[in-house]
């Protein structure tokens, strides 16, 4: 009988996000196919939690804890360092077949804790398009290109996320490759569109570069001129938020 494959999956936390989501979904079916996956957050938050040790998927915890906007660099790397270890620790004590990070912080942490703790193979993901790897002189790009450099493979979760990361990073992993992510079909209702009355549409998710919302303004510009009666809804705030408001303006779609 073979061993069964084990993986440590690192992740900042467990809130509702969309790789943390992700993740809720995916593991306990990769247990069903005999991948034994055990989950370390650096903050052991959220409501996802409950969800993964319902389904026998064990939580770690690391001593991770701050608020970035609140802590300066220098304050915040002992924190940094003492979460290393947590990870490097929980590596050697595990025996992990591989290390698989998602998200910004978790990559920092893991792929330096996962060369401490000499781990078989790690393993980063690239889940969307991040403004600092366009600016060579952000802290941040220099970290991630230090993940790459210690990472044994590289996954993204679309080609354009897997351009970004070619085009603008140094050092990438020989290894990478492309796996969206997965749904299960059966978990969702099929829609029934009304034949009469409004056509209504809503995106939700950060105002952010990213997210692409202006071409659901000009999608919604297009279904209007060609007679159809139509509404967006946009649910979330940042940085593209004022962006948007003029592009309807000049779409002529102020109501949207």
Known sequence: MSKPVRVLTVVGSLLVGGAERYLARVSPRLLKHGVEVEICTLERVGPLVEVLEASNIPVHNT????????????RLLPVVSQTISDVSRLIRRGRYDAVHSYLFFADVIATA??????ARRMIESRRALHAWRHDPNFLEHSLELSCN????????NSQAVMRDVEEHERWVPRRRTVIYNGIEPDEFRLASPRAKGRLRMITVGALAPRKGQEYALEA???VRDAGV????????????????????????????
């Open 149 to 156: 450099v210690l990472s044994d493979e590289l996954i993204a």
């Open 63 to 74: 001593s991770f804890a701050f608020r970035r906007r609140q802590v300066g660099m220098v």
């Open 229 to 256: 009666e139509a509404e967006l809804t946009l649910v979330g705030s940042g940085p593209d938020a004022a962006m948007l408001g003029r592009r309807s303006g000049q779409l002529g779609i102020t109501e949207y």
């Open 113 to 118: 804790a996962a060369k401490m703790a000499r």
């Open 220 to 222: 919604l510009k297009n």
